[in-house]
């Protein structure tokens, strides 16, 4: 069954350090892959997307997700947080970029 | 920059009653999608709808939902009977391509059934 998979529910780290957050997937062949962030009470903001080509792609606010096909794997990573970036972030697959299909999403806190 | 507009923002409505979500997705989109995100969960795919006919649907999107394009610019959720269990926050979404293209989201509106 297609699935996609966020392992980490909450992270938090601490103002400048580094962020990884994983997102795996199970689908049939390589979908469309997407990032999206949401803060409290608010709609969806996309920050990245792969739809083919170079597996390393940038995004809005200094963020950047590998697409890693051997691992079925779409991580986003950011060098510096920042206490704005402070959302919930879900990862997002879909076979045909019709039907997306979310993750449960990772949960962000910041330390000052 | 255009953007997906959704109204109300917050609906609240009665066990058993109907409520229509409007949402204006960009102007020259052709593809309109319906997602539902319940409270603290995952935000989950009810339906796409391209050339006035429903595409694809999942397992949420029962006898009780229906969409319309009732004009060149609205795209419609109905929920015929709500259930305490409807209540969410809904958001459109709409693409212009779908070999290029990302689909654009809209603020969202929260449905509370009483």
């Known amino acids: 069954a297609q699935s996609v998979t966020q392992p980490d529910i909450h992270i938090t780290v601490s103002e400048g350090a580094s962020l990884e957050l994983r997102c795996n997937y199970s689908?049939?062949?390589?979908?469309?892959l997407f990032w999206y962030v949401q803060s409290p009470g608010q709609g969806l903001q996309l920050l990245l997307k792969?739809?083919?080509?170079?597996?390393l792609v940038q995004g809005i606010k200094g963020f950047e997700a590998e697409f890693k096909r051997s691992q079925s794997s779409f991580n986003l990573r950011k060098p510096s947080v920042h206490w704005s970036d402070a959302a919930e972030y879900f990862c997002?697959?879909?076979?045909?970029?019709?039907?997306?299909?979310f993750g449960a999403g990772t949960r962000l806190t910041v330390k000052p | 920059e255009p953007e997906v507009t959704q109204t109300p923002s917050h609906q609240v409505t009665q066990m058993g009653q109907e409520v229509i979500l409007r949402c204006v997705p960009i102007s020259n989109h052709l593809y309109f999608y319906w997602y539902r995100q319940i409270l603290g969960q995952k935000v989950e795919f009810l339906v796409s709808?391209?050339?006035?006919?429903?595409?694809?649907k999942s397992e949420i999107f029962d006898d009780q939902f229906s969409v319309e394009r009732p004009d060149g610019s609205n795209f419609t959720l109905k929920i015929r009977s709500t259930k305490l269990e409807d209540s969410a926050m809904y958001f459109c979404a709409s693409i212009k391509r779908r070999d290029t293209d990302t689909q654009y989201f809209g603020p969202g509106t929260r449905l509370t059934v009483l």
């Open positions: 997002a697959v879909s076979y045909n970029n019709n039907d997306m299909r």
């Open positions: 792969y739809f083919s080509g170079d597996t």
């Open positions: 709808f391209y050339n006035n006919e429903i595409s694809e």
């Open positions: 689908y049939g062949a390589t979908p469309y």
